[in-house]
């Protein structure tokens, strides 16, 4: 065994124990297929509101400019697939990867560790954590990584597990055995094209962000267009429905990550409770949660609007 591919074997093995549910890794460098894709989406300003998504252009597309020196991107998938989901069927619905503590915090924390152990166990490494909060493209380098392909409503699908899960990185200056992508298994299905309440997904492998329900309820920060009264199929805070209709999600297994699980409350909660909401229920029941990004206002107007 190289020692390439020593360190390989130990950083895959310490991110299963750490809780990930696989781990790929690519060769750091230039995204020349994602560059006239990520310009072509920007131009057409399907990116609405959200304009942190014109900055650092140019290190999205190559993480050498985000960690100087680096080689490697490691790739990793963490599962947040609930055991159980809101019980009332009439309640305003919260986006599965809310249920519980903010993702960035929990998978932060296992990046640190996984960066901490390949210092202790391969050298001095220099490298960076990424969780969706820097201009990182995770599903580009999670495909490249062969973690799975990019499916017709732009997440990362996989056959075994579907798309519900976290993807983060860990970008170092350490040469690895470097990962290959799979092949697409969307085939002929159309179904989160046909399911999208807003018609997001403008042509396959296409998603308008500025259309997307999980903008209006999480990004936009002004009142809500009345042209998608009634369309928002009761979503408050994100929105599954491109994912629950997804074949591929027939194969997703509960996460068995604690601090993903929700307050019991924020399950049993009627759709009366939530039109009732105070400010002093939202602070208890989404302390540490990723739903206080659109704060106690913003949760308000969604779920009047949804009336």
Same mark, same amino acid.
């Given at each position: 065994?190289?020692?390439?591919?020593?360190?390989? &074997?130990?950083?895959?093995?310490? @991110?299963?124990?750490?809780?990930?549910? %696989?781990?790929?890794? /690519?060769?750091?460098?230039?995204?020349?297929? $994602?560059?006239?894709? #990520?310009?072509?989406? #920007?131009?057409?300003?399907?990116?609405?509101?959200?304009?942190?998504?014109?900055?650092?252009?140019?290190?999205?597309?190559?993480?050498? =400019? *985000?960690?100087?020196? /680096?080689? %490697?991107?490691? /790739? *990793?998938?963490?599962?947040?697939?609930?055991?159980?989901?809101?019980?009332?069927?009439?309640?305003?619905?919260? /986006?599965?990867?809310?249920?519980?503590?903010?993702?960035?915090? !929990?998978?932060?924390?296992?990046?640190?560790?996984?960066?901490?152990?390949?210092?202790? $166990? +391969?050298?001095?490494?220099?490298?960076?954590?990424?969780?969706?909060?820097?201009? !990182?493209?995770?599903? &580009?380098?999670?495909?490249?990584?062969?973690?799975?392909?990019?499916?017709?409503? %732009?997440?990362?699908?996989?056959? =075994?597990?579907?798309?519900?899960?976290?993807?983060?990185?860990?970008?170092?200056?350490?040469?690895?055995?470097?990962?290959?992508?799979?092949?697409?298994?969307?085939? @002929?299905?159309?179904?989160? +094209?046909? @399911?999208?309440?807003?018609?997001?997904?403008?042509?396959?492998? =296409?998603?308008?962000?500025?259309?997307?329900? %999980?903008?209006?309820?999480? $990004?936009?920060?002004?009142? *809500?267009?009345?042209?998608?009264?009634?369309?928002?199929?009761?979503?408050?805070?994100?929105?599954?429905?491109?994912?629950?209709?997804?074949?591929?999600?027939?194969?997703?297994?509960?996460?068995?990550?604690?601090?993903?699980?929700?307050?019991?409350?924020?399950?049993?909660?009627?759709?009366?409770?939530?039109?009732?909401?105070?400010?002093?229920?939202?602070?208890?029941?989404?302390?540490?949660?990723?739903?206080?990004?659109?704060?106690?206002?913003?949760?308000?107007?969604?779920? =009047?609007?949804?009336?």
């Amino acid at each position: 065994m190289t020692l390439k591919e020593k360190h390989t &074997a130990l950083i895959k093995s310490q @991110a299963l124990k750490l809780g990930f549910i %696989s781990c790929g890794i /690519s060769k750091a460098g230039f995204l020349e297929e $994602e560059a006239p894709r #990520l310009e072509h989406w #920007l131009n057409k300003n399907m990116h609405g509101e959200m304009k942190y998504m014109e900055n650092h252009f140019d290190k999205r597309l190559d993480p050498t =400019k *985000l960690v100087e020196g /680096s080689k %490697s991107v490691v /790739s *990793l998938l963490l599962n947040y697939f609930p055991s159980d989901t809101q019980k009332d069927p009439e309640a305003p619905k919260i /986006s599965k990867y809310a249920y519980g503590t903010d993702y960035h915090f !929990v998978i932060k924390d296992k990046l640190k560790s996984l960066l901490n152990y390949i210092n202790e $166990e +391969i050298g001095d490494i220099n490298g960076r954590a990424f969780v969706d909060s820097a201009p !990182v493209l995770d599903k &580009a380098w999670a495909a490249k990584s062969g973690l799975g392909w990019i499916g017709k409503n %732009s997440n990362l699908l996989t056959k =075994k597990v579907g798309s519900f899960y976290f993807i983060a990185e860990l970008i170092i200056d350490l040469e690895l055995e470097y990962d290959t992508p799979v092949t697409d298994h969307c085939g @002929a299905c159309t179904a989160c +094209i046909d @399911a999208c309440p807003t018609n997001a997904i403008v042509e396959p492998y =296409k998603v308008d962000g500025s259309k997307c329900i %999980s903008y209006f309820t999480i $990004e936009l920060k002004e009142e *809500l267009p009345n042209d998608y009264k009634g369309q928002f199929d009761n979503w408050m805070f994100g929105c599954d429905v491109c994912q629950d209709v997804c074949p591929w999600n027939r194969f997703s297994k509960p996460h068995n990550e604690p601090l993903f699980n929700p307050k019991p409350e924020l399950l049993e909660m009627n759709k009366r409770e939530w039109k009732e909401l105070t400010q002093e229920v939202f602070s208890d029941l989404f302390k540490k949660s990723a739903v206080k990004r659109t704060k106690y206002s913003g949760l308000i107007r969604n779920i =009047k609007f949804l009336e």
